[in-house]
Structure formats: C-alpha cells, structure tokens
T-cell receptor, first 112, second 109 residues
C-alpha cells in the first residue's frame, strides 16, 4: 500500500499523559497536513508543512500541541498533558499541490 | 469569515431517484471547491473538484458564484453511493481546506 499511513490507529490514554502520532505521507508528496475531526463535524485544519517547514498553524493548535516533519518525510504530532476535549480523530493528508489531498486512515484518540 | 455550510446532516433517497447534496460557501477570494467522500470504514477521498469540471461516478457539481453554492448532483442514485459527503473550500492564502460538517447520504433499496 503506497497511500498515506498513520500510526497508531487507536490510542487510549489518561488525562494528563502525553501522546505522539505518526504520519507517513506518499513518498513524493512535499505537502503534509494535520486535521482533527470530532463526531458530527468535518475535519478542522491544524497545521501544514511544505517539506520540513511548518508554514501554517491553526489557532486551534494550543501550546500543548506540537508537530514536526524533521526530514521532510514523515511527521509527528504530539499532544502534551492531554485533556478530555482532545478526544477526536486525528487525520493526516499529503499532496503535491493545492488541488488534491490524500488522506490517511486517521488515529482515533480517546482521553479518559 | 470563510465558511462552508452543508445544511443537511442526513439525506435519504430511494435507489434510482435524483440526489442533490447542498453546499454553500462564504469566501471573499476566488473560491476553489471540492467534494470529498468517505465510504463506510474507508478513508476520506476526493470525489471531484470544480476546476476540472469532471463527472465522477455519475456525480457533477457546478460552482454558482452568484448563489455561492457548489451543490453535488447525481441523476440516478445507486446503493453504493451511500456515504458521508463533505464539501471543502481551499484557501489559497494559507493552503487550508475549510470543511463543511458533512451530509450522510443513505440510498434506500
């Protein structure tokens, strides 16, 4: 499968713990996006990378959230001191231009 | 403010009937709009984009700037069309996609 992959697919954690998610984009894609999706809503933009540079960051992304793409390939999204409100599906997408974004399967986070 | 509105959370039609999923947008710039679809237990995938003016799986969507709409249409629904459909607006200024809340389409046999 040469599509976008995400790991883990599911994560259950206790409030206050840190979690880290990984996204492996399609290899030739230089653009990588993170979104958050809660029940009954469409995805909400979190952040965007072009190669290794983080070019946009949503106001939704509090100081507890950080994302990296160190070599312009895979990316990680870390949430520190998780809160119950962080429970959501975290989606990663990649692309080469603005027209189409290819999505991964998502990581479902549950904070107890 | 930029916004995408999908007024129907759920749309249920019979197989063979026409389908129209509504999408309205608010954007001061030149809009680039997309429809994404998510079938059960599958990932989000692009269905169509307005700039290509193509028809995918029998679906079409026309951008109406006067009504700020980008409704998705299909003349004869099929059971395999049952899915979640999301309308999205691309913002050239910051490469963000702004998404509607989605419409769940159910095609009844």
């Amino acid at each position: 499968d040469t599509g976008v992959s995400q790991d883990p697919r599911h994560k259950i954690t206790k409030r206050g713990q840190n979690v880290t998610f990984r996204c492996d984009p399609i290899s030739e894609h230089n653009r990588l996006y993170w979104y958050r999706q809660t029940l009954g809503q469409g995805p909400e933009f979190l952040t965007y990378f072009q190669n290794e540079a983080q070019l946009e960051k949503s106001r939704l992304l509090s100081d507890r959230f950080s994302a990296e793409r160190p070599k312009g390939s895979f990316s990680t999204l870390e949430i520190q001191r998780t809160e119950q409100g962080d429970s959501a599906m975290y989606l990663c997408a990649s692309g080469t231009g603005k027209e189409t974004q290819y999505f991964g399967p998502g990581t479902r986070l549950l904070v107890l | 403010a930029q916004r995408v509105t999908q007024p129907e959370k759920l749309l249920s039609v019979f197989k063979g009937a026409p389908v129209e999923l509504k999408c309205n947008y608010s954007y001061s710039g030149s809009p680039e709009l997309f429809w994404y679809v998510q079938y059960s237990r599958q990932r989000l995938q692009l269905l169509l984009r307005h700039i290509s003016r193509e028809s995918i799986k029998g679906f079409t969507a026309d951008l109406n700037k006067g009504e700020t709409s980008f409704h998705l249409k299909k003349p004869f629904a099929q059971e395999e069309d049952s899915a979640m459909y999301y309308c999205a607006l691309f913002m050239d200024s910051n490469y963000q996609l702004i998404w509607g809340a989605g419409t769940k389409l159910i095609i009844k046999p």
